[in-house]
């Protein structure tokens, strides 16, 4: 492992490293429904082909799902769904009424609308890239039928994957919310076991993460309609209050680096029980968490600062605070921004589609349809999702291989779009290739169903490749160093957060340094994954990257100094 690790380049290791979430088995459930039913729909009605519509919209929508509030879920699935059905209508306009030139002009328009679009935050991003994909489809696959029927079996899709999405609504409405108020108590819970260990960096990092986490998910609701506690998001809001300030405390307590006892690591799933709201919306809290009743005493002696804080929160656990879980302000892109992208994924699009014409004529959705899956830098690093979107399609174009020889019969072949509808859902959580790999292979099934050429598949790993080839050539000769200026730009506003919560913190209010603390880890993190993406990019400058990790570490580690600070009551 060791020589392989000297062999292979940091930033390729980066590139395929996969994450390791728990097994969503809810997503892979919903994967293989949304895929699966409207073929056997399709194939009962002897609609096979609407099938096939109905089923890529369920596949687009189980595939940008996420675990988001459902609030979020609903909105983006129903921005996919409208976007694309849009795009399916102008593109089978396209292939209807118009010739070469025109579906050309048609795609390369697509790609500048959704370029120009996808740059707009995430939930314009995804109704960019699949208003591309529609207008794709559109112009490779004939739908039979009058015009308006496609866009609205591809809608249908999107909205039956939204249902099953939304289904848990009815009795676990803010599971999402609450798991993830959750998880700071876990969190901050590791975080005091590894005090004063060399994984406490490591682990406060990670507890920083958990905090923004419950904060962007509270913030998609209206927080200061629901800040009282007699709503159901209200409780979850207070819990995040009481969150906030116990992570500050144990921030301090990593600072004073000394291992702590057996009862003050229980402190944090202790008030977890107190103040984080039951699963049956409307119950009461504890009298504890609402600050009521007689304040419980720490079961701990409280002799150092660190504790001292630890054990105000675990007396009255955010009384001191009206903080709400707010999202951060962010500016909007810039015009160059949008022109540059829009200019971009247009002329991709167009080159893509002028070699699929000279290799497939009207059958060469592939390369363009890669294209704008592989041309979304908001995602992740190009590279990385270029060589792994390689990968995937080799691998599932093997296995299409044995599922072609084992299984021609179409009912079967439903079962195999199920199975691997669940592989593609799970995927997207895991890894970019797997998830493309699950693609590949359902694609293939749509393929049988559409009764198109199966020779054609094998030449989309070609295809693939040369999609990829337009993308990287197109993205590192017009900005070769974007990465590397973004993570410079991240390292350079956490730097500003910091160091401003270092003028004003020890003068601040409670609410306003726990604002100017949460600012600053949170562009502290932001910072560290922007070092993250840039250093799963080929790069010309690899000994920069070290430079600015250096700074983003003394950053972290003055925040921590200013919080143990203010927690001290100013005494250094």
Same mark, same amino acid.
């Given at each position: !492992? ?12 980066? /590139? ?14 919903? %994967?293989?429904?949304?895929? /699966?039913?409207?073929? !056997? ?5 002897? +609609? ?27 909105? =983006? ?8 059905? &849009? ?12 010739? *070469? ?11 500048? &609308? /959704?370029?120009?679009?996808?740059? %707009? ?35 249908? %899709? ?24 959750i998880a700071v108590f876990d969190a901050a819970e590791r975080a005091l076991s590894r005090a004063g260990t060399p994984g406490a960096t490591e682990a406060r990092a990670r507890m920083t993460l958990a905090l923004n986490t419950a904060q962007d998910l509270l913030a998609v609701h209206s927080s200061r309609k629901h800040a009282e506690r007699e709503t159901p998001v209200g409780g979850l809001i207070a819990a995040f209050r009481a969150a906030v300030h116990l992570v500050e405390a144990v921030t301090a307590l990593m600072v004073e680096g000394r291992p702590l006892p057996p009862a003050v690591l229980r402190v944090p799933s202790l008030l977890a029980a107190r103040v984080v709201p039951p699963v049956r919306a409307g119950r009461p809290a504890p009298d504890g968490a609402t600050g009521h009743g007689p304040e419980p005493e720490p079961p701990f002696a409280a002799d150092t600062p660190g504790l001292r804080a630890l054990a105000e929160v675990y007396r009255a656990p955010g009384r001191s ?27 991709? *699009? ?6 699929? +014409? ?10 363009? !349809? ?28 093997? !296995? &299409? ?25 799970? %995927? ?7 998830? *493309? #790999? ?7 099934? #749509? $393929? ?17 490749? $040369? ?16 990465? =590397? ?23 601040? /209010? ?34 920069? #990257?070290? &430079? ?25």
């Amino acid at each position: !492992m060791s020589t392989l690790r000297r062999v292979v380049p940091g930033w390729l290791g980066r /590139s395929l490293r996969a994450a390791r979430p728990p097994f969503p088995r809810a997503a892979a459930v919903r %994967g293989a429904l949304a895929v /699966s039913l409207p073929l !056997m729909v399709g194939l009962l009605l002897g +609609q096979p082909v609407a099938g096939v519509v109905v089923g890529l919209g369920g596949l687009w929508a189980v595939g940008q799902d996420s675990a988001a509030p459902y609030k979020a879920r609903a909105l =983006r699935i129903a921005a996919l769904g409208g976007s694309a059905a &849009v795009g399916l209508l102008a593109g089978a306009t396209a292939l209807r009424y118009g010739d *070469t030139v025109g579906i050309a002009a048609l795609l390369a328009v697509a790609g500048l &609308v /959704s370029g120009w679009v996808s740059v %707009g935050g995430p939930l314009a991003s995804v109704a960019g890239m699949h208003l591309l994909l529609g207008a794709t489809v559109g112009t490779g696959i004939p739908v039979p039928g009058p015009w308006w029927a496609g866009p609205l079996e591809l809608l249908g %899709g999107a909205l039956f994957a939204l249902a099953l999405t939304c289904l848990p609504w009815l009795w676990r409405r803010h599971s999402p919310e609450r798991e993830a108020v959750i998880a700071v108590f876990d969190a901050a819970e590791r975080a005091l076991s590894r005090a004063g260990t060399p994984g406490a960096t490591e682990a406060r990092a990670r507890m920083t993460l958990a905090l923004n986490t419950a904060q962007d998910l509270l913030a998609v609701h209206s927080s200061r309609k629901h800040a009282e506690r007699e709503t159901p998001v209200g409780g979850l809001i207070a819990a995040f209050r009481a969150a906030v300030h116990l992570v500050e405390a144990v921030t301090a307590l990593m600072v004073e680096g000394r291992p702590l006892p057996p009862a003050v690591l229980r402190v944090p799933s202790l008030l977890a029980a107190r103040v984080v709201p039951p699963v049956r919306a409307g119950r009461p809290a504890p009298d504890g968490a609402t600050g009521h009743g007689p304040e419980p005493e720490p079961p701990f002696a409280a002799d150092t600062p660190g504790l001292r804080a630890l054990a105000e929160v675990y007396r009255a656990p955010g009384r001191s605070l009206t903080l709400l879980p707010d999202p951060p302000a962010y500016d909007g892109p810039r015009l160059a921004d949008r022109l540059r992208f829009a200019l971009l994924l247009g002329g991709c *699009t167009l080159a893509a589609v002028v070699v699929a +014409q000279l290799l497939h004529g009207p059958r060469g959705y592939w390369l363009p !349809m890669t294209v704008a899956f592989l041309y979304k830098p908001d995602l992740g690093p190009v590279f990385g999702r270029a060589l792994n979107r390689c990968l995937g399609t080799v691998a599932g174009v093997g !296995m &299409v291989a044995l599922v072609a020889w084992l299984v021609t019969d179409q009912w079967a072949l439903t079962l195999v779009a199920a199975a691997f509808g669940a592989v593609m859902a799970a %995927g997207v959580r895991y890894h970019y290739a797997l998830s *493309t #790999f699950g693609l590949t292979v359902i694609v293939f099934v #749509f $393929i049988d169903f559409l009764g198109d050429d199966r020779q054609l598949l094998p030449s989309r790993v070609l295809e693939t490749v $040369i999609a990829a080839a337009l993308v990287l050539t197109a993205h590192f000769l017009t900005r070769p160093d974007s990465w =590397r200026v973004r993570a410079e730009l991240r390292v350079a506003a956490a730097d500003r957060a910091w160091r401003r919560y270092d003028r004003r913190a020890p003068a601040a /209010s409670p609410d306003e340094r726990h604002e100017l603390r949460r600012t600053a880890y949170r562009r502290l993190a932001e910072a560290r994954q922007a070092l993250e993406t840039a250093g799963a990019e080929p790069h010309r400058d690899p000994e920069r #990257f070290p &430079v600015l990790e250096r700074r983003v570490a003394r950053a972290e580690e003055g925040c921590d100094a200013v919080t143990a600070y203010v927690v001290a009551g100013g005494r250094r």
